[in-house]
């Protein structure tokens, strides 16, 4: 089993992922197919934040926590990234750069 640093930047978790998905046999997974996943966890967040929230939810429903629909996404977002060749770092600080020029109004 691969092993995660105690404090990973986004390209070792990029790189965990990738092995984590060499060491269950996911690497045939296709990016429409992970952008699915990737919808049924946001989801399962949603789910997970109203339970959360003390809304109520299906009693036969099955809800996870918060985190851990979170940290499922993540490592959607990292599959993704991985078979498109995407450096998320640097996606994230371009990104920035773009929404730094921006100009953020609030709603009258």
Known sequence: MPKLSKNPDLATLQEYVAALEEERGF??????QLCLLLGEEVGELFKAIRKQ???KVDSKSTV???DEELADILIYLCSIANRLN???ERAFRNK??????RE???PR
């Open 64 to 66: 996870g926590n918060v």
């Open 104 to 106: 953020w109004k609030s």
């Open 27 to 32: 690497t045939n997974n296709t990016v429409p």
């Open 53 to 55: 929230q003390k809304m």
């Open 86 to 88: 995407i450096d998320l």
């Open 96 to 101: 920035e750069e773009l929404n730094h020029q």
